[in-house]
């Protein structure tokens, strides 16, 4: 009777484990941050081979991915040219934020086409500069703030303008305080 009792226990146990090894592999392989990666990246339009090596390079997979998408499927920018852009910074979800915040604040309510070619530049679109700056920004949420702000004031009427001054701003301008030369 006690055998069948320990007997009993083991089956049990047995049985529970094996349910929770179950439950685990598959909650784990559910959100295992590489597999979304690559889901989101190739659901984006980026090459299998592209999503591969990005995903497997990345630091934070999934913020790789999250900063590709918010690009793509908020601008006109392609997955390829954000992922490029999205590889290459320390925070690719502020990235993204940043890139689509002043492509809908800035770019889209200024009534002006943003593929438009910046003037004297004949290498960016508006939209392409807003990604480049934003990418070159050490703090891209403040970069988009920056030129959000800008672009407000009556007196500006040149997005491209309030990227570029938002970008050469320095912590401490030497017209304003000399004595930090």
Known sequence: MNNLLKL??????????????AFFSNSVKAENQFDVCLREL???GVTVE????GCADALVPRELSSCVTNISQ????????????????????????????INNTV??????NTQAKVEGDNSQSPLMMALSTC???????????????LSRTPQASNPVKAMETCLSAEDFPRDLFPSYN
């Open 107 to 112: 770019l889209t309510a200024s009534n002006k």
């Open 8 to 21: 009993a226990t083991i089956t049990i146990s047995g049985a529970f484990s094996l349910a929770n090894l």
């Open 135 to 149: 990418q070159a920004s050490l703090l891209p949420i403040r970069q988009s703030e920056c030129v959000i702000a």
């Open 42 to 44: 190739t659901a984006s």
């Open 50 to 53: 592209d999503a591969q090596t």
């Open 74 to 101: 908020s601008t006109s920018i392609s997955a390829k040219d954000a992922l490029t852009s999205c590889y290459q910074v320390r925070r690719p979800v502020d990235l993204g934020n940043c890139v689509v915040s």
